[in-house]
């Protein structure tokens, strides 16, 4: 595996042959009500995630909604293999955040505190949309995947630290989420890329991007660790301090190569585990495994929201 600072080697919208990205259609069987420290080793870990998870029904369809928005901007620019991945970009991430708030929703029973945090997201991340340019709306979106993809490439090498003992469906649904982000870790940079770019502006989305996910992160932990058990856990709260250090030594330097010139998302190494997890995806029946003998993810056949 590469380190969480690649070299950049390549300039704008890569050369490479298009991947086509795979449609999942995932539907997983959730229990009826999600305890947010579902990770019963590190509940602090547990916490982390869920604050990610939150936000992605509010970040990511401003996400969907900017990158089909290019769409009509790249065929006409004779564009049409990037056109396609950037809809199927859009499929993968409204099939996500779809899934995320069901699991949210199940969350959201259990600790209610979370509906006005959530309140904040919606409209955080609605008002940019409201109010921000096209072309911010896609560095955003590029510098949003940078981390996301940073983000697979942590959890990867702690897969152990975050999935040992955590109900099947669960983790099927954070590593089905993970590892396809690493599948289309180049999309929305070269969308970016194609319709204009700009390293400024691409720096100051990268700045919102990452501001707005740490400080709803901490805000989420937060509410989460002083309304239960393991706030008066010291052993949960260095923990906590040990995985924040560790998200941030692999994030934040991708996330500033990725504002220097001659920087692509195919210059990162992608994590294995990952990659070689989303092998099992059965086409035949659009099922990711569970890891668990006998238990089977119920497949949503229905069009993304």
């Known amino acids: ?152 490439r942590w959890a990867d090498q702690h897969d152990d630290d975050v999935f040992d003992g955590v109900e099947p469906a669960t983790a099927a649904l954070f590593r089905w989420h993970l590892a396809e982000e690493v599948e289309h870790k180049s999309v929305a940079h070269d969308v970016w890329a194609a319709l204009g770019g700009g390293r400024i502006r691409y720096a100051a989305a990268a700045f919102v991007t990452f501001s707005l996910l740490a400080w709803f992160t901490v805000v989420t932990i937060l509410t989460l660790m002083f309304h239960s058990r393991h706030g008066r856990s010291p052993a949960c709260w260095l923990r906590l301090v040990r995985w924040a250090v560790g998200i941030a030594f692999v994030t934040i330097p991708n996330l500033v190569v990725s504002v220097l010139p001659g920087h692509h998302p195919s210059d990162l190494s992608d994590p294995p585990g990952l990659v070689l997890w989303l092998r099992y995806f059965d086409p035949a029946t659009g099922t990711v495994p569970l890891l668990e003998p006998g238990a089977v993810p119920v497949v949503d056949h229905s069009p993304p929201h």
Not at 100 to 129: C, I, K, T
């Open 1 to 152: 595996m590469g380190s969480g600072c690649d070299v950049p080697m390549t300039d704008g919208v890569s050369d490479a042959p298009v991947t086509t990205l795979v449609e999942r259609r995932v539907r997983l069987a959730h229990p009826e009500r999600v305890d947010p420290a579902w990770n019963p080793s590190h509940p602090e870990l547990a916490y982390a995630a869920d604050a990610v998870s939150l936000i992605l029904p509010y970040g990511e369809p401003y996400i969907v909604r900017t990158t089909r928005r290019a769409v009509p901007e790249l065929e006409a620019s004779g564009r049409a293999d990037l056109a396609s991945d950037a809809r199927a970009l859009a499929t993968q991430e409204a099939r996500h955040h779809a899934e995320h708030r069901r699991f949210n929703d199940r969350m959201v029973v259990v600790q209610p505190r979370l509906a006005r945090v959530e309140r904040w997201m919606a409209r955080s991340y609605g008002w940019l949309e409201r109010t921000r340019s096209p072309e911010f709306s896609r560095a955003f979106a590029a510098a949003s995947e940078t981390i996301a993809f940073s983000i697979a």
